[in-house]
Nanobody, 137 residues
C-alpha cells in the first residue's frame, strides 16, 4: 500500500531554514509526480495551497510565486524521498505541510491550477499526515 511520511517541520525564527522530507513506502516515488501543499491556520483541507511540485518524467519543477528563490524541491531516488528546502522563512510560511503523489507524465500543479485548490488537491491520490512549520519571532 502506498504510504507517504513527512518530517522536518519545526519552530523557526523569520529568516531561518528548514528541510522537509517526504519518504515513500509501498511504491517507487520516482514513478510519481510529488507535490508539497500548505494548510495555513484557519484554512480548510480543500483550501490547501500548492507550493511546489517535481515531475516524475523529467524532474521538472514548479514553485508558486511567493516561494520562488527561497524554496527548492528535489528528489533522492536512492532514498525514495523528496525534499523541500525552505530558506529565508517568513511568518506567512506558517502551516501544516503535506506531500502528495499523483501519476501521469507531468505534475498537474501549475500557475493556473493553484488558483483552484479544491480541484488541484483532488488530482493527488496519496497524501502524508503532514508536518507543522511555525515561523515566528
Amino acid at each position: 500500500q502506498a504510504h507517504l511520511v513527512e518530517s522536518g517541520g519545526g519552530l523557526v525564527q523569520p529568516g531561518g531554514s528548514l528541510r522537509l522530507s517526504c519518504a515513500a513506502s509501498g511504491f517507487t516515488l520516482d514513478d510519481y509526480n510529488i507535490g508539497w501543499f500548505r494548510q495555513a491556520p484557519g484554512m480548510e483541507r480543500e483550501e490547501r495551497e500548492g507550493i511546489s511540485c517535481i515531475s516524475s518524467s523529467d524532474g521538472g519543477t514548479f514553485y508558486r510565486d511567493s516561494v520562488k528563490g527561497r524554496f527548492t524541491i528535489s528528489r533522492d531516488n536512492a532514498r525514495n524521498t523528496v525534499y523541500l528546502q525552505m530558506n529565508s522563512l517568513e511568518p506567512e510560511d506558517t502551516g501544516i505541510y503535506y506531500c502528495a503523489g499523483t501519476g501521469g507524465s507531468s505534475c498537474p500543479m501549475t500557475a493556473r491550477s493553484i488558483e483552484r485548490p479544491f480541484g488541484l488537491i483532488r488530482l493527488f491520490d496519496s497524501w502524508g499526515q503532514g508536518t507543522q512549520v511555525t515561523v515566528t519571532s
